[in-house]
């Protein structure tokens, strides 16, 4: 070893002992012929202190830059009255240097370690390896491996055991493209790497695993947008013989243990559950942020036909901000013109001096005006949006104000709200391509008394699927799955797949079932958002140690690069050439 | 939840209980009017009880196959006396059934999930959810699962943080082709996944993190010889501020710590260490089985012209059996042929009744035969073994020998038998390529002793490199890393590589060395390798759930596959056209 102890270590009680400690420069000063240094490593920093009086030292110390790498022999001694700094650690001693080596030189920094600004994210990405040096990252690297951990050790507990599925598989659809892997030994065949396990940890519990779990990594060749990955982390779970609230409690405890062994914070478990429709209904979306606590109210039965404004109209639904003191006749119409260009309408009734006014009071029956002031706990300041229009329009329009003034008007309390979200529809309807998609996967099961809808409308029929949602972010998604042959095929079908695609791609998995397979479920959960959440970060890319752009490329290894011909060709393939007429069918 | 209790857990004193059990059917017999079904899942057997009385469920369970998935209703009662089945852990009690709901039927299956010959591994990974069910596999895969707990559990304590790495990386070369992702985003270019996490570990070194491990994904596309696979697990290891006995304490005391923990074995640390020098001088390779006592002596001072065999030779070398009864004349005959088949000569020493006798007898001086008697512990049935010749050859001989008699002679004892080999040698002559090779990896520093050579003559300069060896299988291997970016050029130099291929291949790790690197060491253990040893398989295909066969394949899913023109398309990439005349640079 070439220390004795790391840089965090020592403390007043190891005055007087001799010691070696290796780091980097962290900050070096000279003050009235003293060098003082700060020597720092993961586990904090310690000050060295040279003496103009050891000449040979001194001279070899003041040639010490920022982030040199040095090892030092010295006797720890305590500060001089008065000069200890409480706020670290190591902050009542320091060490008398008697010895210096240069491990290493560090060139001049293209960006400080810990700089109060913000440095460009991409001058970062170029140099990680510095950037990773900051506290910031390393805290949030920690936490994830205490957080990988803690879950490991949790799903342990429970009986589940972490099976490792390959890399190298069969494309799943997944509603994403693959990445391709060209294969040499099987020239013209490509492998893809994992969009998830799904169908892996669905054959685990056919070979009667029971529990399975994986922190796994997947792929999606996507375009990237905002704070995607090329690649992520999943906490992958599966379960044999359970139904929806057996995973939801098994998430719940997971959760509680680890936000409570990793951060000191105690959850309220269980978590609410609503519905999809539940959600769209009073949220306006399906990952509703609960740390605001207003919701989109359903106006309807209360205003149709009591008011006059125009055309008909399907929905009438409500936002009421308890207490908006600075809304004012110019934000009024701002968000009218936000209303007007997201295809609704909007008013308002704003409580003043002890009485509601609106610029629609004149056009609202006088009873049902009352109905609307007894409906709210009026106070000063108090304010109801009403908007119509459209039903689906009005509730995402409010859906989003609803985040927007949560912001604004500072109403996000400083916590960790989850929420379970469940029925979601089975189906989706693809305009683009004439056909009902899956809205969750294909393998998530009908909710078992609408399995008859499945015949006379698809778009009526729920899903036993199910979302967890922490401060309105889906952190994870799963279902119970189908375990039946023919229900699998038959939903393959509705999908619009041929009888040989069906083969070609899942005959295996068909197949699998016709073995025994038990009920089984599960979920898998977004590593990198809920380390986002956790760290209080709002990129992801703050959370893993070497993140790509969002084309991405490494811009520290330069990755993707070029190949040489050779490399493509014992694989069978070649650069499609740019300059040759394309037949038509290529398309762009 | 579908069941009150898994399939292992009833006990006497469940007895009266109602129950709900879930599993599959392993076995199912009628017996005088009652039906008895041992039903199965991953904890155990439960012994159901089907009365013909209970016509109705009879009719219905008389319907179950094997591997059949059932629910079942019933009442925990005491097995009749004297049918207490006490090696079974559920073997006291049984089940009387008042309710059985089959939950997924099985097709007649292709092979007995649990057969006493070995079924054809093709059949077996084709349907590997079947096979997956054997209680080899479960143990196999649930053992492997306790291995990567205990061994997180323990880096953890150790403050090691487990990082990941990367799977979309620029090519690191390690002595195999790279498996190639084509980018979308950026058409022409390529991703290589992994061979190993190595540079970005050390990229970790640089960044502060001190002590660094993954159990991480490793690929190499390789024509697949015996038990390779192209996707292989490692436990990947890096630290800061080390030497290599901090390297092997760390590691001993983690395999300590595994195999008392997961199969109860207490093993002796420190593990024996030799240089590679005299690992093949003693064993004729590098990665000796200590289970086998014997070792190969040099007797090249004790025979050399002391005895006449024709040619001058430059290697004598003996190999000692205590004890063959079973060696006879013809056994002498088909060693030699062996030994001639490979370049070298053999004779022997026989002890009996008290007297050596020798085929070389008459041809050594008599002196020399006595020292040699002397040498030896000769008792009666005693065997030497001499061979000489070439010697890199007589060595290799005698170990592949050694390896061979161990198993014959029924020398090796049943135990794990660790050992450290270190000091390799830094290069290898590429003969094809007319150039050095790094031994070990291009990162692995020499000797700091052995700098000098560097200029004069590189075959002699040992490397600061390690493997650690189990009963004959290298099962890890790392170095201490150089960590100066001086050096690391020089070595990529005597690599014949060019500055510019220096640039554009490591361009950027070299920078990173020039910004403080720590000295730094570490080591890459294979997962696999260690697994097939603990569970007592040969062949690292029975520690995995999804292997692929030596071609590369996946026979359950069918990867790899071939894909859509459209997909290759947007890759910006095609099919090698086969018909074209190649142009000559070309090759095959």
Redo the contacts between chains.
């Keep these: ?3 004795t102890h ?1 840089c965090g270590a020592l403390r007043k009680e190891d005055i007087g002992k001799e010691v070696l400690l ?1 780091g ?2 962290n900050r070096r000063r000279d003050h009235g012929g003293v060098i003082f240094i700060d020597l ?3 586990w904090g920093l310690t000050q060295l202190v040279i003496d103009s009086n050891q000449q040979e030292i001194y001279q070899h110390a003041n040639s010490v830059k920022s ?3 040095l ?1 030092v022999k010295g006797i720890v001694r305590a500060r001089p009255e008065g000069l200890a700094n409480l706020k670290l650690p190591t902050g009542e001693i320091e060490v008398a240097v008697s010895e210096v080596i240069i ?5 001049p ?1 293209p960006f400080e370690i810990e700089e109060k600004n913000e440095t460009d994210e991409s001058l970062r990405l170029r ?7 900051r506290t910031r990252m ?1 805290k949030n ?2 936490l ?2 205490q957080v ?2 803690s879950v ?2 949790y799903l ?1 507990e429970r009986q589940f ?11 799943t659809p997944e509603g994403a ?10 020239e ?6 994992p969009q998830s396990p799904q ?2 940890k669905q ?2 519990m ?6 399975y779990f994986q922190i796994a ?1 997947c ?1 999606r ?1 996507e ?2 947008r905002a704070d995607r990955q ?2 992520f ?1 999943q906490v992958d779970i599966e379960m ?4 929806r609230e ?1 995973i939801f409690e098994l998430i719940e405890t997971m959760m509680k243990n680890l936000f409570y062994e990793v951060l000191g914070i105690q959850l309220e478990a269980p978590f609410p559950r609503m519905s999809y429709d539940e959600a769209m209904n009073c949220y306006g979306c399906d990952k509703p942020d609960l740390r605001i606590t207003c919701t989109i109210d359903d106006l309807s039965s209360l205003l149709e036909g009591n008011i006059e404004v125009g055309s008909k109209t399907d929905s009438w639904n409500g936002l009421f901000l308890q207490d908006w003191k600075g809304f004012s006749r110019k934000k009024a119409d701002l968000l009218s013109q936000m209303a007007k260009n997201a295809g609704v309408s909007l008013s308002y009734i704003k409580f003043a001096n002890e009485a509601g006014t609106s610029p629609l009071k004149n056009k609202i029956a006088e009873q049902t005006w009352r109905k609307i002031i007894e409906k709210y706990p009026f106070q000063e300041d108090s304010l109801l949006l009403i908007a119509w229009g459209d039903r689906p329009k009005v509730l995402a329009f409010l859906g989003n104000l609803r985040v927007n003034l949560g912001e604004e008007l500072n109403l996000i309390q400083n916590q960790f709200k989850f929420c379970w979200i469940h029925d979601f529809p089975l189906f989706e309807w693809n305009l683009e391509e004439n056909r009902w998609d899956s809205m969750h996967h294909p393998f998530t099961a009908p909710l078992l008394d609408q399995l008859d809808q499945l015949n006379i409308d698809p778009s009526k029929v729920k899903a036993q699927a199910y979302d967890i949602v922490l401060n309105g972010f889906e952190i994870g998604g799963g279902s119970i799955r189908i ?2 042959s023919d229900l699998q095929e038959k939903i393959f079908q509705l999908l619009n797949l041929s009888e040989g695609e069906i083969q070609q791609k899942f005959g ?1 998995f068909i197949e ?8 089984h479920g599960g979920i898998a959960l977004g590593l990198d958002r809920i380390m986002m959440l956790m760290s209080g970060e709002s990129s992801i890319r703050e959370t ?3 993140p ?1 752009t969002q ?4 811009l ?8 040489s011909d050779d ?10 050439k740019k300059k040759e007429p394309r037949s038509t069918k ?2 762009s």
């Design positions: 070893m070439l220390r790391n290796a980097w420069v720092r490593d993961r982030e040199f790498v090892q491990l290493s030189e560090s060139k920094l140099y990680r390896y510095l950037d990773l040096r390393q690297l920690m994830r491996h990988c951990q490991r050790r342990s055991i972490e099976v490792e599925t390959p890399f190298l598989t069969k494309s493209r693959d990445f391709l892997v060209p294969s040499r030994l099987n013209g065949n490509f492998y893809a790497l169908l892996f054959i685990l056919i070979a009667g695993y029971d529990r990594k792929f060749d375009d990237l090329p690649e982390s044999s013989f359970v139904e057996d375990h039946r295996y699998a079932l016709q073995y025994g397979c038990p009920p893993m140690a070497f790509k084309k991405g490329t490494c520290m290894s330069g990755a993707p690069s070029p190949v490399q493509l060709m014992v694989l069978g393939i070649q650069l499609k290529d398309g």
